[in-house]
């Protein structure tokens, strides 16, 4: 007995991932084709996900073995379709999965735009035993199949182009293939399914002509914003998909109150949250999960991966921050680039062409110009001169370098980890420290500068002198004579 209308259905999720996707010239299965830094595919899970479903189940084809490793960590029950015979056909592999109590959304993994509330708006449609079909308005609708309803608004066929009279290619209306329909039924009429057709494929749309034939209401839900309902088989409409994606979220962004000085040139391929008055730049590039604190200004080209910056933080053009922790009012850039494990704390100086990596600022500390910073702990108030570096690695081992409180490192310092500079240290430039350099001191590591009086500025040879003298310079040395 089909349950009473007005019950409440458990929800099973069916998404059509089978195909190969020629289209794309491409060895990645089509549902794995990057789409704002994720697979196409884990979009309309995370979709299906926001529904709560008793149940998601992914049918699988080209590629399976791949397809199911991108989303291994995902609660996700896999159907094989071993033959790809046609839609009605991959969602009869999932229909042995659905109790006849559930009802049943059909996805597809090749249309990863669709918004949750479309899909809730189609499923309240489809209440009790009735099927609800998403449909929408497209601007050029040729070659897709058209929507006709009856008299009292219902979906009383869905015509393809192929078979359409000339009056019905007018209709504007269109199938996305999305629908909801009542699992003990659905059962039923993909049991019944022929592939009397050119393709020799069994056709989910004939589900709907087997409702209505069996007197069951066929809802049509119309979805106002095409862009949702974008399929994508090459890499031109996926293009055209990221575009659409990449407007979306500026647009989330910009309600949200961040100043964005042109929406067209942000990329976000992961989650951005933004504080009040944040200010980004063209061609920022954030990658993962990235939070911006309150009123952040984000300049040209920078690319942030994985990372949080506090209030008030300023991140000049060209820099790079990844799988890193940056404080409140720190000035970072430009050509800085943070690499994974380092931290900053608040009002941290990193200028240009300065390089961090597993390495902690204290607050107040800075490294401005030309440096780079390895496994190494730097206190607060310390200041790192132009040219300085640790050197951190051996060959073999990363070493640590400790800079306490207050330390001054001069310009064209190499500390030799693992080493420790104590708090209120000066480094005096130029030097080498290959040891601990007591607190309060002056550490210097020079040799003594000489003048030689005698030497002259080398004079431009000719060809065949600069030949001669390479010849000599690289002769091999003479044997050593033996004595007798």
Not at 355 to 363: A, D, H, Q, V
């Amino acid at each position: 007995m089909p349950p009473p209308r007005g019950a409440v259905m458990q929800l099973s999720v069916v998404i059509l991932a089978a195909g190969k996707g020629k289209r794309m010239n491409s060895d990645l299965p089509k549902v794995l084709q990057p789409l704002a830094g994720r697979p196409m595919l884990e979009h309309v899970v995370a979709t299906a996900l926001s529904l709560e479903p008793a149940a998601i189940h992914v049918v699988y084809g080209h590629g399976g073995d791949q397809v199911q490793a991108a989303l291994a960590g995902h609660a996700l029950d896999w159907v094989a379709q071993t033959e790809q015979l046609g839609t009605g056909h991959a969602l009869l592999q999932a229909m042995p999965r659905i109790p006849d109590e559930h009802r049943v959304l059909v996805l597809y993994g090749d249309v990863p735009l669709v918004r949750p509330d479309s899909l809730r708006a189609l499923l309240a449609a489809a209440d009790g035993d009735g099927v609800a079909v998403l449909t929408t308005h497209a601007a050029n609708p040729q070659g897709l199949g058209r929507i006709l309803r009856d008299a009292a608004g219902g979906v009383a066929q869905i015509v393809e182009q192929a078979d359409a009279t000339t009056e019905q290619c007018r209709i504007r209306e269109v199938n996305t293939g999305i629908m909801s329909l009542p699992a003990r039924a659905a059962r039923q009429w993909l049991g019944q399914l022929g592939n009397a057709n050119a393709q020799r494929e069994y056709y989910l749309t004939d589900v709907v002509a087997a409702a209505v034939r069996t007197g069951v209401p066929v809802h049509g839900v119309s979805c106002d914003d095409e862009t949702e309902t974008l399929g994508v088989n090459d890499k031109i409409q996926l293009a055209r998909v990221e575009a659409v994606l990449r407007a979306r979220r500026a647009h989330e962004l910009m309600l949200a109150g961040a100043t964005l000085l042109d929406p067209s040139r942000i990329d976000i391929r992961g989650s951005l949250t933004v504080g009040r008055d944040v200010s980004i730049d063209i061609n920022a590039v954030f990658i993962g999960r990235v939070t911006l604190g309150a009123r952040v200004k984000i300049g040209p080209n920078c690319v942030i991966r994985d990372a949080s910056i506090g209030a008030d933080t300023q991140i000049h053009a060209n820099s790079l921050i990844d799988h890193a922790q940056v404080g409140e009012r720190c000035i970072v850039g430009p050509f800085a680039r943070i690499r994974p494990d380092s931290v900053l704390a608040d009002a941290v100086h990193i200028g240009n062409f300065v390089e961090l990596k597993n390495s902690s600022l204290g607050k107040g500390s800075k490294a401005n110009h030309l440096s780079y910073l390895g496994d190494t702990q730097i206190g607060s108030g310390v200041n790192v001169g132009a040219g300085s570096i640790t050197c951190n690695y051996d060959g073999e081992n990363k070493w640590p370098t400790v800079i306490e409180d207050g330390a001054f490192i001069g310009s064209g310092s190499m500390l030799v980890a693992p080493v420790r500079i104590g708090a209120g240290a000066t480094i005096g430039a130029g030097s080498t420290i290959t040891a601990n350099a007591p607190h309060d001191k002056l550490s210097l590591a020079r040799a003594r500068q000489t003048t030689v009086d005698t030497w002259r500025r080398p004079a431009k040879l000719s060809p065949a002198d600069k030949a001669a003298a390479v010849e000599r310079a690289l002769q091999p040395p003479a044997s050593p004579k033996r004595g007798r």
